[in-house]
């Protein structure tokens, strides 16, 4: 899932516009004429079939179950599929169902809103977080088809209730019931992504507490996404194609597919099931690995019937947080490949000056070299 932002030079073309269109999901789900900006070239266009990804089901209370065997198969599978594309998924991940459930009804509850009460949330320029329902993907002319709500969380001490007051502030006291939920729900992410990152520290073979220990004070993006239906899918995208600069990405899908991934020269699917969360690696993560764990190239397609609605949590370290491997990682026969860095520094680079790629770690790494060398 993209991390993405209006920039200044969107908002330039949106003032250059006699008439800046907005995405007005009630109306264009019907619309047979989409609107030219959301016309992707025909190189991105979605395949009409894309054959199913094969990823591994991580079974979480397995792998804590004290059995020994159990979890070295089960983290010999993650390093596999790390390795390979970076997606796993996850089940008996004992996030409480009624929870995910509440969290995809609110999720309904919003978008279903007017657009004049959704725009109260409206994502100011050069932001992350707020109600986006008008931009254009970063670095690219084309819109994708779809609304998003983001917002941040943290898990450090004094910000329990930081979802809670954002909703309170953005919408008003009678949003409160939906900052009570996905205050919950960012909780209960935040606990299950330090389960993965022991599981992530046993594959890699290094102390399994280290990358839950480093994420613990995790300051992480929540994001909610609606994906109306298209009269014409096979012309547009709800996401266009794009790595994920943050560290692990935790994914709720509804019922109806629409996640790709990249592998093998072409496009494949994953298959949805309520039960289960789609893990992937993120950039931040390929850098404390020292690239042996891979983040990929994935997008998010729509149809023409069945609305697409998903929730997203993107694990971040805290802002002070230094990202660098473990000394475990690094030897003669695999050296250090990229600098020091803050997660605050990738995500200004991300945002202003590259798309993040299969190259974004280098780039990013090329990037720092020269400001250190200009200063």
């Excluded at 594309?85 to 996030?95: A, E, P, T």
């Excluded at 009570?180 to 290094?206: F, P, R």
């Excluded at 050296?335 to 798309?355: A, G, N, S, V």
């Amino acid at each position: 899932m993209d991390i993405d932002c209006m920039s200044s030079n969107e908002k330039s073309s949106m003032l250059d516009e006699v008439k800046p269109l907005i995405f007005d999901a009630p109306h264009m789900k019907h619309d047979s004429n989409i609107p030219i900006q959301f016309i992707w070239p025909d190189d991105e266009k979605p395949c009409v079939v894309a054959q199913e990804l094969s990823v591994p089901s991580i079974d979480l209370k397995g792998f804590f179950s004290g059995d020994p065997i159990i979890a070295q198969q089960l983290s010999r599978l993650v390093d596999e599929a790390c390795r390979s594309h970076g997606f796993f998924l996850v089940v008996n991940h004992g996030v409480d169902a009624n929870l995910i459930s509440n969290a995809h009804g609110y999720l309904d509850a919003f978008f279903d809103l007017p657009l004049s009460e959704k725009q109260k949330a409206q994502r100011k320029i050069g932001e992350h977080f707020g109600y986006a329902s008008r931009f254009t993907e970063r670095f690219s002319s084309k819109f994708p088809w779809k609304e998003t709500l983001s917002f941040r969380y943290s898990a450090e001490e004094g910000s329990s209730h930081i979802v809670e007051e954002y909703f309170q502030r953005t919408l008003g006291e009678s949003f409160n019931h939906l900052g009570n939920v996905y205050q919950e729900y960012c909780n209960a992410m935040s606990s299950l992504s330090l389960e993965i990152m022991e599981l992530l520290g046993m594959s890699l073979g290094i102390e399994k507490s280290l990358f839950k220990e480093f994420f613990e004070e995790n300051e992480s993006i929540m994001r909610l996404n609606y994906y109306p239906p298209c009269q014409k899918p096979e012309l547009t995208l709800g996401t266009g194609p794009h790595y994920d600069p943050t560290s692990l990405t935790i994914l709720h899908q509804d019922c109806v597919g629409g996640l790709q991934v990249f592998d093998g020269d072409e496009w494949r699917s994953i298959n949805t099931n309520f039960n289960t969360f789609v893990v992937n690696i993120g950039d931040t993560f390929m850098a404390l690995s020292n690239g042996r764990y891979k983040s990929c190239l994935h997008r998010a397609v729509v149809n023409n019937k069945t609305p697409r609605k998903s929730l997203v949590f993107f694990l971040c370290p805290n802002k002070d947080k230094v990202v660098r491997p473990p000394t475990e990682l690094v030897d003669s026969n695999k050296p250090r490949i990229y600098p020091d860095f803050t997660w605050p520094t990738l995500l200004e680079f991300t945002q202003k000056h590259y798309r993040p790629d299969m190259n974004t770690l280098q780039a990013f790494s090329n990037w720092l070299q020269h400001n250190s060398t200009q200063a």
